[in-house]
């Protein structure tokens, strides 16, 4: 894209759901020393829940627990 963004984009009309993924090439690296920390809290702010779906991990409950991809609980 223009703005230097990469998508990429899978289409399989046979399935009932869909799926959305994001990477965001930065960390705990990325982070100013003035403000330690910023880049966890940013990850948090993404997965912060809408007026409509208020809980904002209730769809990641379920993958995580059968992939175990993270060592904390959900």
């Not at 809290?41 to 175990?68: C, I, N, V």
């Amino acid at each position: 894209m223009d703005n230097g963004l990469q998508a990429i984009l899978v289409s399989d009309p046979s399935t009932e759901k869909g799926a959305a993924s994001m990477n965001v090439h930065v960390g705990s690296f990325s982070d100013p020393p003035a403000v330690p920390g910023l880049a966890h809290f940013l990850e948090h702010m993404m997965f912060l829940g809408t007026q409509k779906y208020p809980d904002e991990a209730r769809y990641l409950r379920p993958p995580l627990r059968r992939l175990s991809l993270f060592n904390s609980p959900c």
